[in-house]
């Protein structure tokens, strides 16, 4: 499959720690996004590093991109109830439109 | 902030009914996807659209599905004769352009049920 996969498939922490999510991949890209959806609601993009970037930040948020390992991490600080959502990679393929992988489920417990 | 917008929020249709689902991209973007989401499950590419033709589209993307911008604004998605498995949360997107530096616009979602 040349689509991302996350993991862990579901991740359940409690409010202030730090989530960490990972993604990988199967060949070359042009970029990796990372999207959030909350339940039953559309796709909201958080972030997009580009091939030749190794680490973004945006506020709380940091994800950093390995090309030689394939895989991406999406780190997300001081978390909050209000964090509690699935977060999915999307890898824009050099050849292809993005495809997406199945996601990690987060729980953040107040 | 310009968004995609897609109607009808929930669509209830009888097996073996066309559909038609609809989607208003956001203006200046070039580029528009079908994704579809069945319950509990990945989001999957469906189709993309670049001036006025298809661009790519995926195996799931058969005979009984089709893509068209009728106007200037718009972007639907017809199923021909739906099946239960059809039943998905269908999400539209668009980008200003395709590649390295796009970041795609998804609209809220159409729930089809097929019954």
């Known amino acids: 499959s040349q689509q991302g996969e996350e993991d862990p498939q579901a991740l359940s922490i409690q409010e202030g720690e730090n989530a960490t999510m990972n993604c990988s991949y199967k060949?070359?890209?042009?970029?990796l996004q990372w999207y959030r959806q909350n339940s039953g609601r559309g796709l909201v993009h958080l972030i997009l590093i580009r091939s030749n970037e190794r680490e973004k930040h945006s506020g709380r948020l940091r994800v950093t991109l390995d090309t030689s390992k394939k895989s991406s991490s999406l780190l997300i600080t001081a978390s909050r109830a209000a964090d509690t959502a699935s977060y999915f990679c999307?890898?824009?393929?050099?050849?292809?439109?993005?495809?997406f992988g199945a996601g990690t489920r987060l729980t953040v417990k107040p | 902030e310009p968004e995609v917008t897609q109607t009808p929020s929930h669509q209830v249709t009888q097996m073996g009914q066309e559909v038609i689902l609809r989607c208003v991209p956001i203006s200046n973007h070039l580029y528009f996807y079908w994704y579809r989401q069945i319950l509990g499950q990945k989001v999957e590419f469906l189709v993309s659209f670049y001036n006025n033709e298809i661009s790519e589209k995926s195996e799931i993307f058969d005979d009984q599905f089709s893509v068209e911008r009728p106007d200037g604004s718009n972007f639907t998605l017809k199923i021909r004769s739906t099946k239960l498995e059809d039943s998905a949360m269908y999400f539209c997107?668009?980008?200003?352009?395709?590649?390295?530096?796009?970041?795609?616009?998804f609209g809220q979602g159409t729930r089809l049920t097929v019954v």
């Open positions: 997107a668009s980008s200003r352009e395709r590649g390295a530096y796009t970041e795609a616009f």
């Open positions: 999307a890898t824009d393929l050099r050849n292809n439109d993005m495809r």
């Open positions: 060949t070359s890209i042009n970029n």
